[in-house]
């Protein structure tokens, strides 16, 4: 059974930094192409940011866009969301995601992955 659990949330200043983290275990982690989604209160579940398999490609929501870094280490089976320059906003519970598309457009909307962690609360002060 693949089991996907996040941490490195908690409470930040704006303008800080926090590094999440999601192990996988379980299952070929190599093979997945990973996903970082986040829902606010009372708001729909929403695209953050994805990375292919073998790293060589990576995504982002425009709102996060030279702020937020997705990385991955194939050996430890887990990938990261490196988020700098918080503001309120990014104010949510976070959601890592495994879904396998290899050789196609990593997808953007939460029902394409198959796979979900227990997400992790990531809470900006103002």
């Known amino acids: 059974q693949v089991q996907l659990v996040e941490s490195g949330g908690g409470l930040v200043q704006a303008g800080g930094s926090l590094r999440l983290s999601c192990a996988v275990s379980g299952g070929a982690f190599s093979s997945y192409d990973m996903g970082w989604f986040r829902q606010a209160p009372g708001k729909e579940r929403e695209f953050v940011a994805a990375i292919t398999w073998n790293s060589g490609n990576t995504v982002y929501a425009d709102s996060v866009k030279g702020r937020f870094t997705i990385s991955r280490d194939n050996p430890k089976n887990t990938v990261y969301l490196q988020m700098n320059s918080l503001k309120p906003e990014d104010t949510a519970v976070y959601y890592c995601?495994?879904?396998?598309?290899?050789?196609?457009?990593?997808?953007?909307?939460?029902?394409?992955?198959?796979?979900w962690g227990q997400g992790t609360q990531v809470t900006v002060s103002s």
């Open positions: 995601a495994a879904g396998s598309f290899r050789g196609m457009v990593i997808p953007t909307t939460a029902v394409r992955y198959a796979l």
